[in-house]
């Protein structure tokens, strides 16, 4: 079997849970016009949680996975409340400056709960298993399955759902869905738990996939998440799953044939080109109107 | 007349295959104000963002006393001798009045970090009589009483008049208004007719974007009517009442009013 | 001692805040690549004066060159790569785009440093004390660390007296205007981009002088020893100084530098938990800009405006 379908194959376990923590980002973007640098904290508390709840719930992944999704969630709200609404209206770099701020007070807090040490859960990561051209652990399996349901639900829930429609109406102008009588305050509470429940679940996955992990696990993948969001163009949720893909399988393949610990230098190398030449996205035409000085 | 302050052939933009301004030509000639009208959508605020080289036209040319413009930054457009202005007046909100002026009178050579860093008491001294101009043209503007507050604390017309002053200060060969009257009152109204009359008699060149009809009728020596991105008429305003294009284009709308 | 070194090492953070508060307060571009530059000034100073890497030890150059050369090559050195990332960054992107691109940038050269060890032994980092003078006079350690004290106080007055001169001049007015409105200021004939450049590249200088005197101070550097992230703290300090004014960003370096280290130094750190302590510290900086953000996002010394008296 190939080096090449092998790193291929690992590149799109990655590549899931990239789409999960990028969609969940991009929605918070959407509704609240804010790059969450505390996005990567719900991740890791989503890790945690299914961490102390692994040995109540006997090793079953399944509970632990909900788990993780219910303390994204709650600290998606609470994000929302405490933090983002509260600089509602001020400018795009200070909404932003407050969270990186944020994402130091989660992180450090986590560390003083849990410690600075790394843990690792005692789930088993089952065996190795040939899929088409691919070789994958059972848990490679269930986090792919997993995004593409996750994934499947998002689209179902955005495109098909009267809430799906308040979100996309809230996201293009949220004054003006709040005259049209969409409850945007509520509109975006839900689109928060939404995200903070993806987001929670991703840091699962991240976790269980990586093997040990501590309280920078979601910050350290954070500008992955970004250059995903960024590569599919950021607002806009499916479009950031093609980002994932591509982020994913570049930095596997990539690290595969270079050292394995240049794997992020080459992601921030991509972020940076993306910056440069396609700033609004890879599946968007350059934005017409945008003036230069 | 010698060579027109700006000369405007055949200027074309595309957005996304939508056609926004198409093989546009136009001139204006020193003491001259002309009046660029046409409804919404008409093309203007791009023919403005072209002309300033805040956009990039796909063909056409664009002159400034005979200097072809296009292809250059705004910045170096700018220091060719034009000012434009944004829809909404666009001061620096968190700087002084008086800075705002000073800003205007466009003495890029005091701003040299090595200069700043290593002349400063005599760069202090270099500024004064600039000082004193910015000091009479706020006069001028009343703005006076104001100079030293910040200027994103003052009135919506308030701002007006400052925009006008930084243009006074900066004293360009064209300057080129993207409508000029919105959201002002007739009495502001009428002193801002009187500034850009009074540009013109400083034999500067000036373009009006406006859709306010009786001021540009008072104000301006000639009117270019756009509509989807074409001229369709020129000439001086009383002429166009009778033109079916333009009444076509204006449709509803009363160009007799006085 | 210990009131010699914390005030030595604020010293040495205002130095750097007020690089940074040029392109952050008087630009407005929010860079998180700046502790970057600090590091990078820190290594360079250290392998051009300790002399060759004995094995299995490796860095590059090796040199023992004389302090004040080292540093200039240091800072040259900053200035260098200052130049390449704020060609990148700062030619288009804005806000958070700006802040992004600068953060992949310093996380790229962290991954770098960390594990490409030819450069400064990867994790492993630099070490050695340079502590320049202290044969010259004849020094014990602790007179040393006075005399220090003073040489990097001596500095931080003069890098204080041409920042503040640079804020009140033409050039720190028109890099104002840029930060308030670049259409406009480039309507008026200001470009955009060189200004903001030339900031940037004088802000990163002073960063890197930052770090060549860090190096003496910590006399060791490696990876474990900086995060990106650190760069939060110097903001935390801006933002209670007051963004913008220079006076106030070094009142902040110190006050958030000795109040925070006084006040957490009675916090509760468990022997078990070393960890406890600093983790609270971070907790404390970040709700610090939280809620300095919120309710006096322009510090305790607002940014000066200039004022006119003359009367017509």
Redesign the interface.
Known sequence: MSTFLISVGIGLATAAILALSAVAFTLEYAVSRVANFAHGELLTIGAYAAYSGQRLFHQNVGAAALLAAGAGLVAGLAMNAGLIEQFRGRSATTVFIATLGASLVLQNLIEMIYGAADVSYSFTQGGLHHVGPFLWTTSNIEVIISALAVAGLIYLLLQHTRFGKAVRAVSQDRALAQVSGIPARRVVMGTWALAGAIAGFAGFTLADTIGTFGPGLGFSFLLLTITATVAGGIGRPYATLGGALLVGLVIQVAGTYTNSSYQEVWAFGLLVLLMLFRPNGLFVRRSATAVRA | MSTPVLQIENLSKS??GIRAVHDCSFAVGQGQVLGLIGPNGAGKSTVV?LV?G??RPDAGSIRLAGQELVGM???VI??LGL????QTP???????V??NV???R???G????WR??TR?GR?RRE?EPD?VQA?AIL?RFQL?EL??A?AGTLSGGQKRLLEFA?IAA?DPRLVVLDEPMGGVNPVLGAQIRDAVRQFAAAGRAVVVVEHNLPFIEKTCDEVVVMDLGEVIAQGAFGGLRGNPRVVDAYLGMDLSHD | MYWVSIVTEAGIFAILALGLDMVWGWAGDFDLAFYGYLALGSYMTMVLTIGKPVPPVSYIIGWRLPYPLALLLAVAAVVALAAVIGAIALRNLREIYFAVTTLSAVSALYLFVENYTPLFDGYNGVYGLINPGQTLFNLTYNGYRIVFLGAVLVLLVVVYLLVSRLSGSPFGRMLRSIREDEHAAAAYGRGVFSAKYRAYLFGAALAGLAGGLFAVFISAFNPSAWTPQEILVIYAAILVGGRGNPLGVVAGVFAVYIGFIELTRFLPSPASRPEFGPALRQVLIGLLIILVLKFRPEGLFRERLSRDRRQQ
Do not use: H, Q, V, Y
């Open positions: 957005f996304g963002d300033s805040f956009g930054r705004p910045d700018s220091r000012i434009r202005t944004f666009r001061e620096w909100r968190g700087l002084t008086m800075d000073l800003l205007a466009r003495k890029f005091r701003e040299s970090l700043c860093l400063a760069l500024e000082r000091r006069d006076t100079k030293n910040r930084r900066a």
